[in-house]
C-alpha cells in the first residue's frame, strides 16, 4: 500500500491494516500520536531518555497486541494507546526503588495549608515544571488522580499500594507542590 494512501486513511482502516502486520500502517499511526505520548511519558518521567525508552516500550506493546484491539470509534485507539502508555510509566517507575516516600521523610510539608487555589494560577506547563521536580511515587499518584482522573482505588490496583498510601502520596504531593510556589514566591518579591 502507498503511503500516500495510508496517510490520508482513517484510524480504523490503519489499525486493520496493523492488524495484518503493515509496517507502513503502524508508522503512520505512530506519526499520529508519537508527540502526544511523548508529552505523557514526560510527565510521569523526568529523564527524557528513559522516556523515549518508555515511549518506544509502549508502542512496541501496542502494535504486538494491535490483534486483540477492537475499533469502538474516534479516539479509541489514543485512549488504548494511553493506557498502554502510562502502564509502562508505572512499570519503570515500580523499578526504580524507594518509589514510595515514607511519611516521615516529609513531615515537614504536612504543615502547609491546604489551600488548592495555589496551583490554580499556574499554566499547565508551569505545573507540569513542579510535578516534575516530585519524587518518583509522588509525582506517579499526582499524574493518574489530576491528569488521568483515576481514583484512589483505581491509583492503588495500578501501583500496587493500598487506596490510603494513595490519599497520603496525593496529599503530600499537593503539600510539597504548595510549599516549592510559596518559596518560589518569596523568591521573586
Not at 482502516?13 to 503493515?22: D, E, F, R, T
Not at 483505581?154 to 493500598?162: D, F, M, R, T, V
Request: net charge neutral; glycine share 4%.
Amino acid at each position: 500500500m502507498k503511503d500516500e494512501v495510508l496517510n490520508s486513511a482513517d484510524e480504523q482502516y490503519l489499525v486493520k491494516c496493523c492488524q495484518n502486520n503493515s509496517p507502513s500502517a503502524q508508522k503512520v499511526l505512530y506519526n499520529m500520536h508519537v508527540e502526544s505520548m511523548m508529552i505523557l511519558c514526560l510527565r510521569y518521567i523526568v529523564n527524557q531518555e528513559d522516556a523515549r525508552e518508555v515511549l518506544m516500550d509502549g508502542f512496541l506493546n501496542f502494535f504486538k497486541h494491535i490483534k486483540t484491539f477492537t475499533y469502538q470509534g474516534e479516539g479509541s485507539v489514543k485512549a488504548w494507546l494511553k493506557k498502554i502508555v502510562v502502564n509502562q510509566c508505572l512499570m519503570h517507575l515500580r523499578k526504580r526503588q524507594p518509589f514510595f516516600i515514607q511519611a516521615k521523610e516529609f513531615e515537614q510539608y504536612d504543615t502547609v495549608g491546604t489551600d488548592d487555589d495555589v496551583l490554580g494560577h499556574l499554566s499547565v506547563k508551569e505545573i507540569i515544571k513542579l510535578v516534575h521536580s516530585l519524587p518518583d511515587g509522588y509525582r506517579a499518584v499526582f499524574n493518574l488522580y489530576v491528569f488521568e482522573g483515576k481514583n484512589h482505588r483505581e491509583i492503588g490496583e495500578l501501583l500496587a499500594i493500598s487506596e490510603n498510601t494513595s490519599k497520603s502520596q496525593l496529599h503530600r504531593a499537593r503539600t510539597m507542590l504548595r510549599e516549592k510556589l510559596l518559596q518560589e514566591a518569596k523568591i521573586n518579591y
